[in-house]
């Protein structure tokens, strides 16, 4: 079996095991070089927090284990496919790589398709169906929050 299957297949039987404790079907398997750095399920159940996802909650756990949020080198392998919340965290993580067993067209008969969020997502922001407004506040006493953070960090590098 190669690798990839094997995490593959690590990841489906911790979605299995979620599912027989009331979870939904999602696992994910984060690796660096070849080994597991930190595995996960979906916990929305547990939690009662939209964010809970397998592939946020790894790389939670992942970014703790390593004590950096910076997961460059890494490769995630998701049971399903993942949504446009978790692609965008393993982005802005560094992950290098994303592997899923499931696609949206196996979910969608069974409501577990985020199809319908990426094509929201890829309009513009007037046309997608939650209001996004940028409305640039500015608070004339203070610095400006950027600048500031900046400062803080010790200037701009």
Not at 27 to 47: M, Q
Not at 50 to 76: F, Q, W, Y
Request: glycine residues 8%; charged residues 20%; proline residues 6%.
């Amino acid at each position: 079996m190669s690798e990839k299957n094997r995490f593959l297949s690590e990841a489906i039987e911790l979605a299995r095991a979620n599912i027989g404790k009331g979870g939904r079907p999602f696992g994910a398997v984060l690796v660096r070089d070849g080994e597991v750095i930190a595995t996960a399920v979906n916990e929305i159940h547990a939690t009662n927090d939209p964010t809970s996802h397998a592939e946020m909650n790894a790389i939670r756990a992942a970014s703790r284990k390593l004590g950096s949020p910076d997961l460059s080198g890494c490769d995630v392998y998701a049971s399903g496919h993942p949504c446009p919340m978790c692609l965008a965290a393993m982005r802005l993580s560094g992950v290098d790589k994303v592997f899923y067993a499931y696609s949206n067209e196996d979910g969608a008969p069974f409501g577990l398709s985020t199809a319908a969020i990426y094509e929201d997502l890829a309009r513009p922001f007037p046309a997608q169906s939650m209001t996004i407004r940028h409305v640039p506040v500015r608070l004339g006493s203070q610095a400006d929050l950027y600048a500031e953070w900046a400062e803080a960090q010790g200037g701009l590098k």
